[in-house]
């Protein structure tokens, strides 16, 4: 992984206006920035919009990055942002219309692993709607420190949280998650 004064040169080379920077910032980022935005999202195609979305506005906004904060941290506040900002303005729109459910994939081999990856696709859904069911900023802690394997040090400054405050915050949500799985187990 590139590191964080890697990426501020590039944020500073994008205040100056080239393009090349922000290609590189993009293909450092892009994944990263998808997969926060799906999770948070919860449907790929948003994700896709909210990820060229953030690219748009770091761009746009890097001359507004001062060089203060870690580089890495000010990209995702944008990403953060950006799907806030798109989850509001589609809250009209999905009380209106029913969203499509996603097309499962049928699983085809023998009857055992066929058992197999259908209990495990359960859990799977059960944790996906255990996630779902926390707070916004809970999920977003949840997404940094498991699916994006960042340390609490690299997700306050995202969060603008103390490390303190996201170690009790993280200790609720493994509890809450915990106890949720544990009732779907009784079902």
Known sequence: MD??????????????????????????FEDRVYRLALRMAGDPALAQEVTADSFYKIWRNSSQWRGESNADAWIF?????????????????????????????????????????????????ALQRAIGMLK??????????YFEEQGLREIAPILDV???ALKM???????????????????
């Open 136 to 145: 916004e900023e809970d999920r977003l802690l949840v997404h940094f420190y």
């Open 162 to 164: 103390s490390r303190d």
């Open 169 to 187: 915050r993280l200790a609720r949500i493994r509890s809450k998650l915990k106890q949720s799985l544990e009732n779907f187990d009784e079902q």
């Open 3 to 28: 590191s964080p004064e890697d990426n501020a040169e590039l944020l500073r080379r994008c205040q100056r206006g080239d393009e090349d920077a922000l290609t590189e910032l993009v293909d450092r």
């Open 77 to 125: 506040r944008i990403a953060v942002r950006a799907v806030l900002d798109l989850q509001r303005s589609r809250r009209r729109w999905r009380r209106r219309a029913q969203l499509a459910e996603p097309i499962e994939n049928e699983v085809l081999g023998p009857h055992d692993l066929a058992v197999a990856r259908e209990q495990q696709q359960r859990v799977s859904d």
